[in-house]
């Protein structure tokens, strides 16, 4: 399959950034069902049974794909579809159990289960969060203002982000992540808890950073934000790839078939929570 | 994970989140070492801001920890024996072994315990490990605030040879950060290590003559006894310490060079197990 995908972005003029290759990825589940307290656990140990408690979860079931300089990707999905182990893994966050992630450049990603550090303020996280990222202490004092402003969160930004709403969190995570133009952006619902003028904000951002950067992906529930900001998207379920084409292509076919009221009523467009 | 020596199918591509040779990875290291100290200093801060006396607790708990040590085995199991001014010698021993436990018990909650961090940003993961130690090491010196009134409170005199402590903790230090790296690779892939290093650590503490003089408790014991005991790295670092700060606590040119071979030997060690493991700590 990566021969084709080679082939093709070879003879194509827009520079190929991404290629995830016949990708697997398993998670160790540890915790899940324990039955029976202590003597049972200690009686599993004894007995050398299979613990269970320990499962792994296959997340991602052999994806391939190939992305190009200059395209927004949205990925849309029911809830665990892989969609974010599938980012984290374009990421390098985590290592596939199978297949290989190529990418050209540092990819990075934004989300709202990467909480970064609760019990500091925001200052210090926007501090730790680019420094994380590798900027240096002078670039941060350049950038500094223009973060906060973006995040647009006032004062809250002297409190720990323990106290922050899950919406103020999100924003202040984007503005770090979105404070220096990566080569390949993936956001994973950022966007979704922010306020429709944040929303708007951080669109303006994302087209902004695909001029500049190469390549952006988008996890989102919200399929008008697809529809608006991608140029094409990918339906995951169960691990695989559906559909993968132009966004208005495949929303509507994903549509079709979750989503069948909001088709019919546009005020519940914006949001699918299936 | 396969094969990461292949060739990229798209000349420019490279692979995602490719564990980076071992001498670009000491320089990305490098690179984060502003990280290291705002995560350190931050986190010192925050640890203890739920309490209503706040980082007093810095300097209350060792405290307390020495009245403890001094009530238990000073009085009642008078194991003052031998050792001519216990409360500084028990003084010296709390304070600097508790830094090997901090770095041990912090170091393997390294990456476990940020795995927001981990999962969020691509960033050579020892930073993690190095920060922890750092803010162990920091206790470390806020704690002399209170070690060095009680010793000389105590009746050891001033003198040049406490200049000695510096090279003593520095060692230690080095120690300490190849503990940690590897206590956070093993936290990282084995959750249970959390209930298990508490035992480790007090088992440690025991044998490590932090409230008794391991010179005398050998002393009716054969001879291989006494070579295991002081081979102890927390018990060289415990001896360094004492004999800079305590009369009467010769250290030979063996244990100094002892603390060298620990101190270079596992940084060296727990550095390369860690970086071996860079690949794996987002799966955690």
Same mark, same amino acid.
């Given at each position: 399959?990566?021969?084709?995908?080679?082939?093709?972005?070879?003879?194509?003029?827009?520079?190929?950034?991404?290629?995830?290759?016949?990708?697997?990825?398993?998670?160790?589940?540890?915790?899940?069902?324990?039955?029976?307290?202590?003597?049972?656990?200690?009686?599993?140990?004894?007995?050398?049974?299979?613990?269970?408690?320990?499962?792994?979860?296959?997340?991602?079931?052999?994806?391939?794909?190939?992305?190009?300089?200059?395209?927004?990707?949205?990925?849309?999905?029911?809830?665990?579809?892989?969609?974010?182990?599938?980012?984290?893994?374009?990421?390098?966050?985590?290592?596939?159990?199978?297949?290989?992630?190529?990418?050209?450049?540092?990819?990075?990603?934004?989300?709202?289960?990467?909480?970064?550090?609760?019990?500091?303020?925001?200052?210090?996280?926007?501090? &730790? %969060?680019?420094?994380?990222?590798?900027?240096?202490? @002078?670039?941060?004092? *350049?950038?500094? +203002?223009? #973060?906060? /402003?973006?995040?647009?969160?006032?004062?809250?930004?002297?409190?720990?982000?323990?106290?922050?709403?899950?919406?103020?969190?999100?924003?202040?995570?984007?503005?770090?992540?979105?404070?220096?133009?990566?080569?390949?952006?993936?956001?994973?619902?950022?966007?979704?808890?922010?306020?429709?003028?944040?929303?708007?904000?951080?669109?303006?951002?994302?087209?902004?950073?695909?001029?500049?950067?190469?390549?952006?992906?988008?996890?989102?529930?919200? &399929? %008008?934000?697809?529809?608006?900001?991608?140029?094409? @998207?990918?339906?995951? *379920?169960?691990? +695989?790839? #559906?559909? /993968?084409?132009?966004?208005?292509?495949?929303?509507?076919?994903?549509?079709?078939?979750?989503?069948?009221?909001?088709?019919?009523?546009?005020?519940?467009?914006?949001?699918?929570?299936? | 994970?396969?094969?990461?020596?292949?060739?990229?199918?798209?000349?420019?591509?490279?692979?995602?989140?490719?564990?980076?040779?071992?001498?670009?990875?000491?320089?990305?290291?490098?690179?984060?070492?502003?990280?290291?100290?705002?995560?350190?200093?931050?986190?010192?801060?925050?640890?203890?801001?739920?309490?209503?006396?706040?980082?007093?607790?810095?300097?209350?708990?060792?405290?307390?920890?020495?009245?403890?040590?001094?009530?238990?085995?000073?009085?009642?199991?008078?194991?003052?024996?031998?050792?001519?001014?216990?409360?500084?010698?028990?003084?010296?021993?709390?304070?600097?072994?508790?830094?090997?436990?901090?770095?041990?018990?912090?170091?393997?909650?390294?990456?476990?315990?940020?795995?927001?961090?981990?999962?969020?940003?691509?960033?050579?993961?020892?930073?993690?490990?190095?920060?922890?130690?750092?803010?162990?090491?920091?206790?470390?010196?806020?704690?002399?605030?209170?070690?060095?009134?009680?010793?000389?409170?105590?009746?050891?005199?001033?003198?040049?040879?406490?200049?000695?402590?510096?090279?003593?903790?520095?060692?230690?230090?080095?120690?300490?950060?190849?503990?940690?790296?590897?206590?956070?690779?093993?936290?990282?892939?084995?959750?249970?290590?959390?209930?298990?290093?508490?035992?480790?650590?007090?088992?440690?503490?025991?044998?490590?003559?932090?409230?008794?003089?391991?010179?005398?408790?050998?002393?009716?014991?054969?001879?291989?006894?006494?070579?295991?005991?002081?081979?102890?790295?927390?018990?060289?670092?415990?001896?360094?310490?004492?004999?800079?700060?305590?009369?009467?606590?010769?250290?030979?040119?063996?244990?100094?060079?002892?603390?060298?071979?620990?101190?270079?030997?596992?940084?060296?060690?727990?550095?390369?197990?860690?970086?071996?493991?860079?690949?794996?700590?987002?799966?955690?």
């Amino acid at each position: 399959m990566s021969e084709i995908l080679t082939d093709a972005s070879a003879s194509a003029s827009p520079e190929q950034t991404v290629l995830v290759d016949d990708v697997h990825l398993t998670y160790r589940v540890i915790g899940g069902s324990r039955r029976g307290g202590a003597p049972a656990a200690l009686r599993r140990m004894l007995l050398r049974e299979e613990n269970p408690g320990q499962r792994s979860v296959h997340a991602v079931r052999g994806v391939t794909l190939s992305a190009f300089r200059g395209e927004a990707i949205g990925l849309i999905g029911p809830n665990g579809s892989g969609k974010s182990t599938l980012l984290r893994a374009i990421a390098g966050l985590m290592a596939p159990s199978q297949g290989v992630v190529w990418t050209r450049g540092q990819a990075s990603l934004l989300g709202v289960s990467a909480a970064m550090m609760g019990a500091m303020s925001g200052e210090q996280n926007i501090v &730790l %969060g680019c420094l994380a990222i590798g900027m240096s202490p @002078a670039e941060i004092a *350049e950038e500094y +203002q223009a #973060i906060v /402003d973006f995040a647009g969160i006032g004062d809250f930004v002297h409190l720990p982000m323990n106290t922050y709403s899950s919406g103020m969190g999100a924003r202040l995570r984007f503005a770090i992540a979105a404070a220096r133009a990566p080569d390949i952006l993936l956001i994973d619902e950022a966007l979704a808890t922010g306020d429709a003028q944040f929303r708007r904000r951080s669109e303006k951002r994302i087209l902004e950073l695909r001029e500049q950067a190469g390549t952006v992906f988008l996890v989102s529930h919200g &399929l %008008g934000i697809i529809r608006e900001s991608c140029t094409r @998207a990918i339906w995951l *379920e169960g691990g +695989q790839i #559906i559909l /993968d084409g132009d966004s208005n292509t495949v929303v509507d076919a994903y549509e079709d078939k979750h989503d069948r009221g909001a088709r019919t009523a546009p005020a519940a467009k914006a949001k699918d929570r299936s | 994970m396969t094969l990461p020596e292949a060739p990229p199918p798209v000349p420019g591509l490279q692979r995602a989140g490719a564990r980076l040779p071992v001498d670009v990875y000491t320089q990305r290291l490098w690179e984060r070492r502003w990280f290291v100290a705002a995560y350190s200093s931050a986190s010192n801060s925050v640890g203890y801001e739920g309490n209503f006396l706040g980082q007093a607790w810095q300097l209350l708990t060792p405290l307390l920890n020495i009245l403890v040590y001094y009530l238990v085995f000073g009085l009642l199991l008078h194991s003052n024996r031998g050792v001519p001014n216990y409360i500084a010698f028990l003084s010296v021993g709390v304070f600097v072994f508790a830094f090997c436990t901090s770095a041990l018990t912090s170091g393997s909650r390294a990456i476990t315990g940020n795995l927001g961090l981990v999962r969020a940003l691509q960033f050579p993961r020892a930073v993690l490990p190095a920060s922890t130690t750092l803010v162990a090491f920091l206790r470390l010196l806020y704690s002399l605030l209170v070690l060095i009134p009680i010793v000389l409170i105590s009746g050891e005199p001033l003198t040049w040879h406490w200049l000695l402590l510096l090279p003593a903790l520095a060692l230690q230090a080095l120690f300490c950060l190849g503990l940690a790296f590897v206590v956070a690779r093993l936290g990282a892939r084995i959750p249970d290590m959390n209930e298990i290093l508490p035992f480790f650590s007090r088992l440690w503490m025991y044998t490590s003559g932090v409230m008794y003089s391991v010179t005398v408790f050998t002393q009716g014991h054969p001879g291989w006894v006494s070579t295991v005991m002081t081979l102890n790295p927390a018990y060289v670092y415990l001896q360094l310490a004492r004999n800079a700060l305590l009369i009467g606590n010769p250290a030979p040119v063996s244990t100094w060079l002892t603390a060298l071979a620990w101190a270079v030997g596992t940084l060296v060690m727990g550095y390369l197990y860690f970086w071996r493991g860079e690949e794996e700590y987002g799966n955690v």
